[in-house]
């Protein structure tokens, strides 16, 4: 597991860096320090990747850990599981999470239980970065937002992170972990900037961050939801709700301590979600804090999810099927008052 | 000509496997092992002529009828019968079964309940292997039945591109589960695949150990070459249906009488015999202590206790 630095407090000299940039950093760093870290997926060696997320990472590596792979994610998935089982650290991208459903078999059938079938002798420390969300109309199989898929499989963890600051330090545990995770990124995030410390530091996972404290309402959201329920509250504010943001960054673990914490003070919750409702794990954490703090609760926690739909390639038609800023403030509002 | 000592080596571990399948199919019908289980009867020579060709650094993949592979790849017989048995002493604690089992001391890097799921494993753990420096081969066991899912022709391509210290053993034992070959394949000469990715292919006598080692270990030396991987296609014949509760009606009589009269432990003693006409006492006191040892194991596996089901639910908290 990673090295525990004190997170979420920024000390200075600060940075600012893009969230691309930031794990960039951390694949860097960690290749640095650990030569059994290596990197595959299409398109990331000379290209640097879609996003350019592992740009310049060949030019100091070389290609022995930085791989370019055919379009084959079932096999060179499989191919990590192999060399994550016999000693290596591999970081395979898999360039939207829409296709990581090629290589669920590996995720789930093998990543996922060789631990588990080793009676803990072996492990696979494999992390799978991919991306999910909707961008900017890339219709129905570029745009969906699946952690719910791999939210239900035990024996994998799941990081989901918001900004440049948890992108990178939960990149280096993820790494770091002897454990399978998937490293969710979202594909509007990758050009937004934020602080990072001039030190090297990890975001342990498993541990939520309030992004804003408040006291009439807990706003619980991740990924691409965060900055976007950060604005609503400042909104809220203005019209005078008083919002707390927590992002749980890892949905698994699920630090559940701290959710509850919250919502025990706001006695409101409201969980904000991109991916659909159905089977969701706004879903999961609603049912946490209904059977945990029952009757202390002021109202219902409230889900503001996607629409059970394929996402449209329109981009009004796509907007409807996900939560906006000004969904969030009505949503909140409604809570604030109910 | 290889060695008396080697002929007999192959002929131990050959019967060691037919003799450690029937006396667990035994245990099978007496209902102390349940769930699955895929016998490797018919289909030994493959597993023993390819992992007498491998060093201890090397690696295997095994899949769903996987005891052949751990037992030639020298795994313990006590653990392994007692993790049939679902017993605490068993290679996966009692949490994998017949399927399941992995042993990192030999380099077994698990046999699989999915069918083609460890061809792409073996070939990352080949990747491993290249990027660290070392020297070492993996040895990939599938069917037939695996050659028909895309992560075969993916994972070829792979060890191809990066030339990779593969062996892919393609065991042909003619049915995937109930399906005859022929009837899901335009041509049953399944090596030919492997030439299409640009990589050295050819078939074996999957019943003749010795045919079987002799190729595996040219297959081995092209792999430390740098010429991998290789496509080896081991023609043989399942002796019984897919799993222990299954007839094999479907299994022609003439065809498996066909394959049982070229049955790879009588074929594999006929090799000794050749060479030495005398040794038939010697192969009878292998056969002795072997047997010995596999009782050793069920005792063990019997006597051994069974997993906590209180220390399991701690132990997996964290999943």
Redesign the interface.
């Known amino acids: 597991m990673a090295e525990q630095v004190t997170d979420a407090t920024i000390i200075a000299p600060a940075r600012t860096v893009k969230y691309r940039e930031a794990l960039n950093e951390a694949l860097r760093e960690e290749m640095q320090r650990d030569p059994s870290v290596f990197l595959m997926g299409i398109g990331i060696a000379e290209r640097g990747g879609s996003y350019r997320v592992t740009e310049g990472l060949m030019d100091e590596f070389g290609p022995s850990r930085v791989i370019d792979t055919p379009i084959s994610e079932a096999s060179f998935t499989g191919a990590a599981v192999g060399a994550a089982i016999t000693g290596m650290r591999p970081v395979v991208e898999i360039l939207f999470v829409d296709f990581a459903l090629l290589a669920l078999d590996q995720l789930i059938n093998q990543a996922a239980k060789y631990r588990f079938f080793t009676n803990d002798a072996g492990c696979v420390p494999l992390v799978i970065r991919t991306q999910g969300g909707v961008g900017n109309g890339l219709a129905a199989q570029h745009s969906q937002s699946l952690e719910a898929l791999f939210y239900h499989i035990p024996g994998l963890k799941l990081v989901a992170p918001a900004t440049p600051y948890d992108a990178k330090g939960l990149l280096k545990s993820a790494i770091r972990c002897d454990d399978p995770v998937v490293f969710m990124e979202h594909k509007l995030l990758y050009t937004t900037a934020g602080d990072i410390p001039t030190d090297e530091y990890c975001v342990e996972l498993g541990k939520a961050d309030t992004k804003r404290t408040g006291s009439d309402l807990t706003l619980i959201a991740w990924s691409n939801m965060v900055p976007r329920s950060l604005a609503a509250a400042e909104a809220l504010a203005a019209a005078g709700v008083d919002v707390e943001v927590v992002d749980p960054r890892s949905l698994v673990p699920l630090d559940t301590e701290t959710i509850l914490a919250s919502v025990s003070k706001t006695r409101r919750a409201l969980i904000v979600q991109e991916a659909v409702r159905r089977g969701g794990v706004a879903s999961d954490i609603a049912s946490i804090i209904h059977e945990e703090l029952y009757g202390r609760l002021a109202a219902p926690a409230r889900i503001l999810a996607g629409r059970n739909t394929p996402i449209p390639f329109n981009l009004a038609l796509e907007r409807a099927c996900i939560p906006q800023e000004a969904d969030i403030v009505a949503a909140a509002q409604a809570l604030a008052q109910g | 000509m290889y060695p008396r000592a080697t002929l007999v080596d192959l002929y131990r571990t050959v019967y060691t496997i037919r003799a450690f399948e029937n006396r667990c199919i035994k245990l099978y019908r007496q209902g102390l092992i349940r769930g699955y289980f895929h016998p490797y009867l018919g289909q030994e020579a493959i597993a023993a002529g390819v992992c007498a060709a491998l060093g201890p650094q090397d690696?295997i993949?095994s899949n769903h009828r996987g005891h052949g592979h751990c037992i030639a790849r020298g795994a313990d017989l006590g653990r392994m019968t007692a993790e049939l048995l679902g017993k605490a002493t068993g290679?996966?604690?009692g949490?994998?079964g017949s399927m399941?089992i992995?042993d990192?001391e030999t380099g077994n890097?698990?046999a699989?309940?999915?069918v083609g799921?460890g061809?792409?494993?073996?070939?990352?753990?080949?990747?491993?292997?290249?990027?660290?420096g070392e020297d070492r081969v993996t040895a990939v066991f599938f069917s037939d039945g695996a050659s028909n899912n895309?992560?075969f022709p993916?994972?070829m391509?792979?060890a191809a591109?990066?030339g990779l210290a593969v062996i892919f053993v393609l065991e042909n034992n003619q049915y995937a589960v109930s399906t005859p070959v022929e009837s899901v394949t335009r041509d049953p000469d399944l090596y030919k695949r492997g030439l299409a990715y640009g990589i050295e292919s050819f078939p074996v006598d999957g019943n003749d150990v010795v045919e079987v080692y002799a190729k595996s270990c040219e297959a081995a030396a092209t792999c430390r070459r740098g010429d991998g991987p290789v496509l080896i296609e081991a023609k043989t014949y399942r002796q019984m249906g897919h799993h222990v509760n299954d007839p094999g009606l479907y299994m022609p009589r003439d065809r498996l009488a066909h394959y049982k009269s070229r049955d790879p432990v009588e074929m594999a003693a006929g090799r000794v015999l050749a060479l030495d006409h005398s040794a038939s006492a010697d192969l009878q006191d292998i056969r002795s202590v072997v047997d010995t040892e596999i009782e050793a194991a069920v005792t063990f596996a019997t006597d051994s206790p069974a997993p906590c089901p209180q220390q399991f639910l701690e132990?997996?908290e964290?999943?």
């Open positions: 690696y993949v290679y996966c604690g949490r994998g399941h992995a990192s890097l698990g699989n309940g999915i799921a061809i792409p494993i073996g070939v990352g753990a080949a990747l491993g292997a290249r990027i660290r895309g992560v993916e994972a391509n792979l591109i990066w132990r997996t964290g999943y």
